[in-house]
């Protein structure tokens, strides 16, 4: 994908400031703008901090997100890294791919700053090459094993596999993982086929489907909106009627639109994702309250910043602390940690990403459901 120069004039503070008293400061220079806006985090974390500080805030101190937007492009999103170091960040939240979150950390690290990224699942980010980061979700290991055992658990024997290098490992590797589960669970990958993002004729790739011998029960694709919505729409048109499966980057109300019309042509859809978004869910509560506040948290993605702004404020109260080093030693050591989209994390033995439940959303007549939502044991090793 090429990278987005698409920067606002000047930072945003979007919760609002305390006037005579330190305030913790949040740096968000993230996608506010372009294809991966949708998947981030500012609103969630604006929304929280004002609820937190319509509250007193933490031990008397307001939180303050600083957020402007860096496109798609590392360099911009570098750049504002720096500029929120300076005006005194405590904590950093980027653009969630591994070749922008790895030079932001590095950069971070002098200060004594980490990043949390809420919502970045690429297993790049735990492999020692930084060590001031967070995610607060699981790596797509595990997304990719909790979607593989549901569909084994429906038959699921043969699947076609979408690849794609522009998303890093999210979109190459995670297919694989979940065909690694696949065969280990007794069935067969028929094939691997590439694909771009920005697909809008699948043409070709369904036209090799359909010239597998065997039928086909699952197509797996890690990818983002609208492409997975036309990929739904041209299998079904192509009389392909297997299991479309996916990742968290279904989790888009996008993907519930396209039912609007036809509620079945998500009856054999569904995706293992980073927290639970059905109607009851905590999720979907808390979008409802920022509504009432007049915040747009448009979706899951989004959401996940009130787990930013959440374990910082934990943190700072829990240490009595607003020294970024303290919090996040603090972050790393706890037991359990408070979030919005879950009840509680924790890094102790992971250190870099949480410990938490993967749920399996599908849908029951255009509307989501929980299928699953457990820790498999059965994840793949070797990432």
């Known amino acids: ?20 008293q330190e305030t913790i400061k949040i740096g968000l220079g993230v996608p506010m703008t372009g294809d991966y806006a949708p998947y981030a985090e500012w609103q969630g974390a604006r929304c929280m901090a004002e609820m937190i500080n319509a509250n007193g805030g933490v031990d008397g101190k307001e939180i303050e997100v600083l957020v402007q937007d860096s496109g798609a492009d590392t360099q911009t999103a570098i750049s504002l890294a720096q500029k929120f170091l300076d005006e ?75 690849t794609s290098d522009e998303g890093g490992s999210w979109s190459a590797k995670t297919p694989l993982w979940f065909g690694e589960v696949i065969e280990a669970g007794g069935g067969k990958v028929l094939t691997k086929l590439n694909f771009s993002f920005g697909t809008t004729d699948w043409s070709p790739q369904i036209a090799e489907m359909r ?31 297997a299991w ?43 979008i409802g309250d920022c509504k009432e506040m007049g ?29 970024p080093a303290t919090i996040a030693e603090t972050i790393r050591n706890a037991d359990s940690i408070p979030v919005l989209t879950i009840d509680s994390i924790s890094f102790k033995d992971t250190r870099t990403y949480a410990q938490r439940t993967i749920p399996v959303i599908g849908y029951d007549n255009g509307e989501r ?4 939502n457990e820790i498999p044991a059965n994840t793949p090793t070797n990432w």
């Open 1 to 20: 994908m090429k990278p987005l120069y698409l920067t606002l004039a000047g930072t945003l503070a979007l919760a609002a400031p305390a006037l005579a």
């Open 88 to 162: 005194g960040a405590v904590m950093l939240g980027t653009i969630p791919f591994s070749d922008t979150m790895i030079p932001v950390a590095q950069v971070a690290q002098s200060y004594g700053v980490s990043i949390f990224q809420p919502q970045s699942t690429q297993v790049e980010m735990h492999a020692g090459i930084v060590e001031n980061f967070f995610t607060g979700v699981s790596p797509d290991p595990f997304t990719a094993t909790a979607a593989a055992n549901y569909a084994l658990d429906q038959g699921v024997k043969n699947v076609v596999l979408l």
């Open 211 to 241: 010239a597998l011998d065997e039928d086909i029960d699952a197509v797996y694709i890690s990818s983002i909106m609208p492409d997975v919505g036309v990929l739904v729409r041209q299998l079904r048109s192509a009389g392909i009627d």
């Open 244 to 286: 479309v499966v996916g990742s968290d980057g279904f989790d888009d109300p996008s993907l519930d639109a396209i039912a609007t019309d036809d509620a079945t042509l998500l009856n054999k859809v569904f995706f293992a994702t980073l927290a639970p978004s059905q109607a009851d869910s905590a999720v979907v509560q808390f």
């Open 295 to 323: 915040i747009d948290v448009p979706g899951l993605f989004p959401a996940t910043g009130a787990d930013t702004v959440k374990a910082v404020a934990w943190a700072v109260e829990e240490s009595g602390s607003t020294d």
């Open 369 to 372: 459901v929980l299928l699953t």
